[in-house]
Antibody
Framework: QVTLRESGPALVKPTQTLTLTCTFSGFSLTTSEMCVSWIRQPPGKALEWLARIDWDDTKYYSTSLKTRLTISKDTSKNQVVLTMTNVDPVDTATYYC??????????????WGQGTMVAVSS | QSVLTQPPSASGTPGQRVTISCSGSSSNIGSNSVYWYQQLPGTAPKLLIYKNNQRPSGVPDRFSGSKSGTSKSATSASLAISGLRSEDEADYYCAAWDDSLSGVVFGGGTKLTLL
């Protein structure tokens, strides 16, 4: 069974760095065509894709947030980490990680984590 | 402002068929597959349609996706839901890879309400 679980702080102060961890099971990020993305959703608003890391360590970032984001993986721990620098109250959102297995469902997100809510406030 | 454009709302009565549109450009829908996600209130999104019209295992055939044409001029897609049921009340999002942005773009979402 494939599962993903997000973890991180529920509250961060403006200008701080946010670090989120996605811990997954049921698949390996060493498998060809396997990818993990981060997506966020501000309260009452639409989904926004943030970043993706692929099995071969290729990384993609949202152009609007590229300067503030870093995505990395630890295949031994089955984890993907996203860091976001200089957070602002507009970064308040539920943050999801999701799997992409390109061989089966192309560039879709076929399995999602439950999400973790992050509030940015002083 | 989302890169893909969806109507903010849609509605229908039980048993009816509704369609939700998704409009993009040559760099996203015109060049790549379209995906659809269903988000029930308070839950994570769920994959509904991939590669324009394919359903993952477990998704009822009441849900169908289409994309107009196959060339770069085909910049719109739609999701159809037939035999509407109360459990279909949810937000629906379209998405696609964008070659110009080298990333995934989403629509603004459509809230489906049963009357």
């Amino acid at each position: 069974q494939v599962t993903l679980r997000e973890s991180g702080p529920a509250l961060v102060k403006p200008t701080q760095t946010l670090t989120l961890t996605c811990t997954f099971s049921g698949f390996s990020l060493t498998t060809s065509e396997m990818c993990v993305s981060w997506i966020r959703q501000p309260p009452g608003k639409a989904l926004e894709w943030l970043a993706r890391i692929d099995w071969d360590d290729t990384k993609y970032y949202s152009t609007s947030l590229k300067t503030r984001l870093t995505i990395s993986k630890d295949t031994s721990k089955n984890q993907v980490v996203l860091t976001m620098t200089n957070v602002d109250p507009v970064d308040t959102a539920t943050y999801y990680c999701a799997r992409t297995y390109k061989v089966v469902t192309s560039n879709s997100f076929d399995i999602w984590g439950q999400g973790t809510m992050v509030a940015v406030s002083s | 402002q989302s890169v893909l454009t969806q109507p903010p709302s849609a509605s229908g009565t039980p048993g009816q068929r509704v369609t939700i549109s998704c409009s993009g450009s040559s760099s996203n829908i015109g060049s790549n597959s379209v995906y659809w996600y269903q988000q029930l209130p308070g839950t994570a999104p769920k994959l509904l349609i991939y590669k324009n019209n394919q359903r993952p295992s477990g998704v009822p055939d009441r849900f169908s996706g289409s994309k107009s044409g196959t060339s770069k001029s085909a910049t719109s897609a739609s999701l159809a839901i037939s035999g509407l049921r109360s459990e279909d009340e949810a937000d629906y999002y379209c998405a696609a890879w964008d070659d110009s942005l080298s990333g995934v773009v989403f629509g603004g979402g459509t809230k489906l309400t049963l009357l």
